[in-house]
């Protein structure tokens, strides 16, 4: 039977509903978080909230606008909430094999002075943003260059676009297609921790106008308020934090990751546009689809392939090539494929411009049999080789 595509993902995600929701591997926090916000709006109807509808009900419906409001706000923070954990935050798909265009071949010589071809792989390559020249790394394990701004997360074990950070609290990579509901997440969560701090300071007052008493008798006579109302004040500190970073962040065309990994280094910002420019790109461009299509069936041989295949580990000079192939046979069988490949484009090219010159075609035929045995024997040994690393 055909699998599905969340089915064989090598990444550490967890797919509810068939592949449509996806969560990163630590989603039981979301439990704590939802907790977080629920139970204080629920000591806040239930203790504050209710007495106040009782207090402005005679005269107007203020009363009952206070808990409405509360109700319904936090059901939208709940509801951006859910957004920001269950997208795809822009997963790079992996790739099956390491990108053959950028191979290159050399020629290593042995201490017998034979000549063995080898293929080497740059560590990094430029690419051009803004029209400004930026290094971009491969990665080991998704098997690509990663696209300009792009991480991979360690907890998820996925290559992530524009990536920000990693977020226990929503239990999900924050990155391109889920930034923009991460703010609105962080910023609600303030406005409502706000709110529910001046309604209880408002029923505090309440209390001192009918006992005409201190603010200590009144916060004597409901305790809850009191806790409710050191609750939130903490509570401010962390998600108003978060919301002026994010706001300079925002403002500046920067990512947490890049904010706190090159802050030192003083570079150049090549993303930033301007302030309003910047603030558009978050909030009035068109989120792009996902570039995983999770619930497409896969066949088979491949899902199995998939499964079961270890990505290969690659070791790199200081000059940015690839030294040695320390991988499986399989990986060995790879690097063997794209090798013979060329060598039959290079065939193919050579018989064009002989039109026919039989004997000196086999003499070509002859050397490159005998390249073809050494590079078989060279895919043998690096093949060995991984499996004894």
Not at 157 to 177: A, T
Not at 208 to 216: F, N, Q, R, Y
Not at 240 to 251: A, E, P
Not at 322 to 344: P, T
Request: a positive charge; charged letters at 20%.
């Amino acid at each position: 039977m055909a699998k599905r595509v969340y089915q064989v993902w090598k990444g550490n995600n967890k797919f509810f509903l068939g592949g449509r929701l996806i969560f990163g591997p630590d989603a039981r926090s979301l439990v704590v978080t939802i907790s977080l916000i629920i139970v204080p709006v629920i000591i806040f109807c239930v203790f504050v909230a209710r007495h106040l509808r009782h207090e402005f009900a005679p005269r107007y419906n203020a009363g009952y606008a206070i808990l409405v409001t509360a109700i319904v706000f936090t059901l939208y923070v709940l509801l951006i909430l859910f957004q920001t954990s269950t997208r795809d935050p822009g997963i790079v798909p992996r790739n099956a094999h390491p990108p053959e265009e950028e191979f290159r071949h050399d020629t290593h010589v042995d201490i017998g002075g034979r000549q063995t071809p080898t293929l080497q792989l740059p560590r990094t390559k430029e690419v051009l943003v803004n029209g400004i020249p930026v290094k971009v790394k491969y990665c080991d394990t998704c098997m690509l260059y990663r696209p300009p701004r792009c991480s991979h997360c360690s907890i998820c074990n996925n290559c992530v676009e524009r990536f920000d950070h990693h977020c226990p609290w929503v239990g999900q990579c924050i990155g391109m297609r889920n930034y923009r509901f991460f703010f609105l997440f962080v910023s609600s969560a303030t406005i409502l921790c706000l709110y529910v701090f001046a309604m209880t300071g408002l029923y505090i007052k309440v209390l001192m106008d009918h006992s005409e008493g201190t603010i200590w008798k009144a916060m004597k006579e409901s305790p809850v308020s009191v806790i409710l109302m050191v609750y939130c004040f903490s509570a401010l500190w962390f998600v108003g934090g978060l919301t002026g970073f994010h706001l300079y962040l925002m403002c500046t065309n920067q990512t947490t990751y890049e904010n706190f990994r090159y802050r030192a280094d003083r570079r150049m910002n090549v993303n930033d546009r301007g302030c309003l420019n910047n603030v558009a790109e978050v909030f009035c461009t068109t989120i792009q689809p996902s570039r995983n299509k999770f619930r497409d069936y896969v066949k088979e041989e491949e899902a199995q392939r998939i499964s079961t295949t270890p990505p290969p580990r690659l070791s790199y000079m200081s000059d940015g090539h690839r030294a040695k192939v320390e991988d499986d046979l399989e990986f060995g069988g790879d690097l063997l494929k794209i090798s013979q490949r060329h060598n039959v484009d290079d065939m193919e090219e050579i018989k064009g411009h002989l039109h026919g010159s039989d004997s000196v075609l086999d003499s070509v035929l002859d050397c490159r049999r005998q390249d073809d045995v050494q590079s078989q024997s060279w895919g043998r040994r690096s093949g060995s080789w991984g499996m004894t690393t």
